[in-house]
């Protein structure tokens, strides 16, 4: 049980995955992105044409799922859904079925079984709160709702994919006040977490800042 985790919690598009993956690879530890398993939970759930907003219906399916996590991709049922757990529209379907917390339940020893050596950084909304209370360094990871917006933007606009900033902001805005207004886990900062504005960093500032601290604290 002295296996070392940092956790990274934030709203949509904080840019959490990105400094999680740089702070990981910097270290040599494990990810997990627990943001994946509401998402691919969401997709299968609507595959198998079960209500969203049945929580138990849903959480009953969790077990059945047959999940591999591949550096980085995610197959469901052998099939690399990867793509698919990127689209905005899985996000919201993430954010439907994470209010239930029959669902956040079922995904909880899910997330523990990351926890592997050297060491592993979890990025979600309740990392830090629920999930690895006892994490030595919690980071909660913040940006403006605009630069939030255009980063979203121009990300998918290098995929080749179209977006408008406006529709992508009011998103974003409406998941995160989902996330914020659930009982069950919601979105906030755990009392002994640090937060972090990244509005004006680039991600290299952001990740050596982290570094920083965990040399403090480990
Ligand atoms: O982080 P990501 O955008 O992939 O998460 C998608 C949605 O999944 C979030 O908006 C949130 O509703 C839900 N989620 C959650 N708890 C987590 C991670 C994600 O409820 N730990």
Redesign the pocket.
Known sequence: EDIPVITI?GP??SG??TLTDEVAQALGYDVL???????VT?LAASRHHVDLDDGEAVAALVPTLDLKFESGRVLLDEEDVSAD?RQEAT?LM??QV??HPEV?RALHQL?LNFRRLPGLVA?????GTA?FPAAPLKVFLTASAATRAERRYKQLISKGISANIDSLRADLEA??A??KGRSA?P?QAAADAIELDNSQQTIGESRDLVLSWWQERR
């Open positions: 919690d949509t598009a959490k995955g992105d627990s943001g994946a398993l509401y998402r969401g757990l996000g993430a954010s994470g209010a956040r997330q990025d979600g909304r309740d990392m999930i998941r995160d989902r996330d886990s979105l």
